[in-house]
């Protein structure tokens, strides 16, 4: 899906609520809304019309809506050029990284225990691992919360999702369940979700408020969110800078979604690990 077909489908686009907002002329006399009625009749099959003829772009381009994504020509290499609340989205990382991301001394360098430790994780939770990659995370989470628990492996890449399908039926391992999303949409069930954790995955989510807007909506109402993320602050973590997170920035785009920052945690050596809860 093109980012402006996502932009014209979110529920908050001007384009769509100009044309649901007809019905809120009813207070008017009976004359204006006998007539504005009328105009609504032909209004709405000629803008579906416009739709199927020239596509959500055109559509989106016509009502000059305000972008929540802004599109710079002058932008890092490592990111896609696209910037969400002033910070430049990274590229996704290709199935080219699972080599990357098992390599043997990321244990030495990224204390993954340390992680599961912030986490406190129970017998019985349901869990999302949001961006599960090869399952560095999922295997490590999935004895934690026990038979009765659940971690649901979420990836957007057809590669990583057939890794994470082999790697739990050699473990044996019954209680991880792979999830395809789609770049806007993770597809968790609502009101159910424990923890949602994204592990070096935020910054190249290309849909970010859309993405948070359904993880939001998955949470137990004393759900969680957890994002490791490289410190931005730091000059000396070694990691491309659109791979960087600030806390000041990540509080600000979780704010959107009405998400606060309710624990920091800071003992890995170049990680943040931020637990964000519902407002
Ligand atoms: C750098 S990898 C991290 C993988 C894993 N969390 C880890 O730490 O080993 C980022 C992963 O996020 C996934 N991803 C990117 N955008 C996504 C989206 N919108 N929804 C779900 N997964 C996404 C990518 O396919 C990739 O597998």
Redesign the pocket.
């Known amino acids: 899906m093109s980012r402006h077909g996502a932009k014209l489908l979110s529920p908050d686009t001007p384009g769509l609520v100009t044309l649901t907002g007809g019905s809120k002329l009813v207070d008017v006399d009976d004359r204006t809304a006998c007539a504005t009625l009328t105009t609504m009749r032909y209004l709405v099959p000629a803008l579906a019309l416009a739709l199927v003829v020239f596509g959500p772009h055109s559509l989106s381009s016509q009502t000059q809506s305000p972008q929540r994504y802004e599109t710079r020509a002058n932008h890092d290499p490592n990111g896609t050029g696209t910037f969400y609340m002033g910070r430049e989205i990274a590229q996704?990382?290709?199935?080219g990284?699972i080599e990357?991301?098992?390599r043997a001394q990321?244990d030495t360098e990224e204390h993954p225990s340390l992680v599961l430790d912030a986490l406190q994780l129970h017998s019985g939770e349901v869990v999302a691992?949001?961006?599960?990659?090869?399952?560095?995370?999922t295997f490590r989470m999935a004895p934690k919360v026990g038979k009765t628990g659940k971690v649901l492996a979420?990836?957007?890449?057809e590669e990583?999702l057939q890794t994470l399908k082999q790697r739990a039926a050699a473990k044996r391992i019954a209680n991880v369940q792979v999830i395809k999303?789609?770049?806007?949409d993770?597809h968790l069930p609502t009101g159910t979700v424990d923890l949602v954790?994204?592990?070096?995955?935020y910054h190249?989510?290309?849909?970010p408020y859309e993405?948070m807007q359904s993880v939001r909506d998955s949470l137990k109402s004393n759900g969680r969110v957890a994002f490791?993320e490289y410190r931005k602050e730091d000059p000396n973590v070694p990691i491309k800078e659109v791979?960087k997170m600030s806390v000041g920035q990540l509080e600000k785009e979780m704010a959107a979604v009405g998400l606060v920052l309710v624990r920091r945690i800071e003992t890995l050596p170049l990680q943040h690990i931020l637990i964000f809860g519902r407002r």
């Open positions: 996704v990382m290709g199935p990284g990357w991301l098992d990321r691992d949001l961006g599960a990659g090869s399952g560095y995370f979420v990836d957007v890449q990583m999303a789609s770049e806007t993770p954790l994204f592990v070096d995955v190249e989510l290309a849909y993405v490791v791979h």
